[in-house]
């Protein structure tokens, strides 16, 4: 039990809270998805300090990457949507981004009512100066599990993000 205990992180805590406060409670959930949550949290705040000298925050650098990976301009929809950050979200990091030199915007020519964003030389460069950076801390973040073990946990992850997706789309 001392080693339990030992080894007890924030959601075996708070799961130990729920059972003193509401006894009747199934927290089983919590054991995966409040961890994923919780360590999804944690990341955008380390990323967040990874990123602070190249002058970008992990949302500002979450458009910069889905621009990146494109192969021409994007809609602002769709960075939108590869974002999951809100319409009015994607547009102040839009235009903060473009005040930084480091995205471009403009209208469709066949509908001016469409921004179409696109990365810079300047957004390209940071992106590709700071995307090996992220790629380190993750690294790290990972460090002392097999690579059986990660391939395990990605293939289970995968389902609960196929699952997360369709529950969303209902």
Not at 106 to 132: F, I, K, Y
Not at 145 to 167: K, M, Q
Request: with cysteine.
């Amino acid at each position: 039990m001392a080693a339990e205990a030992r080894d007890a992180d924030f959601i075996d805590r708070a799961r130990q809270g729920w059972r003193k406060a509401w006894p009747g409670l199934d927290t089983s959930g919590m054991e995966l998805m409040g961890r994923i949550t919780r360590i999804s949290a944690q990341t955008v705040q380390l990323l967040d300090q990874v990123l602070a000298p190249a002058g970008v925050a992990r949302a500002e650098f979450d458009v910069l990457c889905a621009l990146a990976r494109s192969e021409r301009p994007l809609r602002a929809s769709e960075v939108t949507a590869a974002t999951l950050f809100s319409s009015a979200a994607t547009t102040k990091h839009a235009a903060r981004l473009e005040q930084a030199g480091l995205v471009q915007r403009r209208r469709l020519e066949r509908d001016g009512r469409v921004v179409l964003l696109e990365l810079t030389g300047t957004g390209r460069a940071l992106v590709e100066t700071e995307m090996p950076r992220c790629m380190e801390l993750d690294r790290a973040l990972l460090e002392g599990i097999g690579e059986d073990e990660l391939a395990a946990l990605a293939a289970l992850l995968r389902r609960i993000s196929r699952n997360t997706e369709a529950y969303a789309a209902r």
